[in-house]
């Protein structure tokens, strides 16, 4: 079992579905991240929470709704979706934010109808 | 704002052969990290070596090893003794030192087959 596991692995949904996607960490690490891997673009950075507080928004739509209960659990709300959304949604996290090592999942590959 | 750049999309090599991937980075910051990170078909990153910018050493780790080259802003990756289980998309990365919330700055990547 990895240190990062998300669920789940695949998503179909429509454009006007509302559904979550969910990452828990094993790891006892404090900060969590949603990360998106599209396939004409880097991978980049959507949110980051750290002890269970946003601390960044990098200018995503707010039709992605990221929530932390606890430090363990990250969930990401969508809603209202677009084809252009469809991509892998990586988790991941660390001890702490601004510290290099970044543990992540296997993402969930997400594709809007 | 960070960039990174890598310049080939896809490589092989046969098995037990060595091969250099290659990444360009551009930043005005003196200090920070570089990454090379691999996922395999599994689709989970995993990290595979870091360098820190302000050590001149380069990092090695086992079959991997990086040659950073500070000045002319390049961090490529040699990988000796290929094996089948190294097939993957590799990605290269930046993180500043201070103040980047987790933000890693990725390359689009470089597809690596092992051929046996």
């Known amino acids: 079992e990895t240190g990062v596991t998300q669920t789940p692995r695949h998503l179909v949904m429509g454009m006007t579905n509302k559904k979550s996607l969910k990452c828990e960490q094993h790891l006892g690490h404090n900060a969590m991240y949603w990360y998106k891997q599209s396939a004409k673009k880097p991978l980049e950075l959507m949110f980051v929470?750290?002890?269970?507080?946003?601390?960044e928004n990098n200018s995503v739509p707010s039709r992605f709704s990221p929530e932390c209960p606890n430090s363990s659990h990250l969930f990401l709300h969508l809603h209202t979706l677009q084809p252009e959304d469809s991509a892998l949604y990586l988790c991941a996290s660390s001890q702490e934010t601004g510290l290099e090592k970044l543990f992540f999942g296997s993402g969930t590959q997400l594709s809007v109808l | 704002a960070q960039t990174v750049t890598q310049s080939q999309p896809e490589m092989s090599v046969q098995e037990a052969e060595t091969v250099t991937l290659s990444c360009t980075y551009d930043t005005s910051e003196s200090n920070y990290y570089l990454f090379w990170y691999k996922q395999p078909p599994s689709r989970q990153m995993i990290l595979v070596i870091r360098q820190e910018a302000y050590k001149q050493q380069n990092a090695t780790e086992n079959r991997f090893s990086v040659n950073f080259q500070k000045a002319a802003k390049s961090f490529s990756l040699k990988i000796s003794d290929s094996q089948l289980g190294d097939t993957a998309m590799y990605f290269c990365a930046f993180m500043k030192h201070r103040g980047s919330q987790g933000n890693l700055i990725f390359g689009k990547g470089t597809k690596l087959s092992v051929k046996p």
């Open positions: 929470y750290s002890l269970e507080e946003r601390v």
